[in-house]
């Protein structure tokens, strides 16, 4: 069964996703910033991470440079889910390691389970998917 962590300071919003990806019959694994997320992260290791931006004590970016910096974790897909629609942000979450960002706004719970179906069927073919917004 796959896993999934959701790292989101927003707690009706982690919520909504953790009940759309337990639907799905996914492991669901939830913290409410970045420490706590490395913290769930050594816990136990999830088969991709859906990761907020912008969070108290440690942003997005900065658990993505963390995690991706160690060896046991690094190949973890994360995907960046934000309301900022910023390329900024989106370029340099892609540069890190992130394999998409989606915006919050613009897709349903249900679309970001499909998502993240689609991610996972293509790290089970050796292939990184696209990075899109």
């Known amino acids: ?14 919520r909504m ?10 492991e669901v694994g939830v913290a409410n910033n ?4 490395i913290q769930e992260l050594k816990k136990k290791t999830p088969t991709l991470i859906l990761l907020d931006i912008m969070m ?12 991706k910096a160690s060896e046991k974790y690094k190949n973890i897909p994360v995907v960046v889910l934000t309301n900022l629609s910023g390329t900024k942000d989106a370029e340099e979450a892609i540069s890190l390691g992130a394999v998409k960002f989606i915006i919050k ?25 696209n990075s899109v917004e």
């Open 1 to 14: 069964m796959p896993r999934i962590l959701i790292i989101e300071d927003d707690p009706l919003i982690s």
């Open 17 to 26: 996703y953790q009940q759309a990806f337990e639907f799905e019959k996914f």
């Open 34 to 37: 970045g420490i706590v997320g």
């Open 56 to 67: 108290p004590k440690m942003s997005g970016i900065e658990f993505i440079k963390r995690m």
């Open 105 to 129: 706004s613009k897709y349903k719970p249900k679309e970001v389970v499909k998502e993240v179906k689609q991610i996972l069927a293509g790290y089970t073919r050796d292939s990184i998917p």
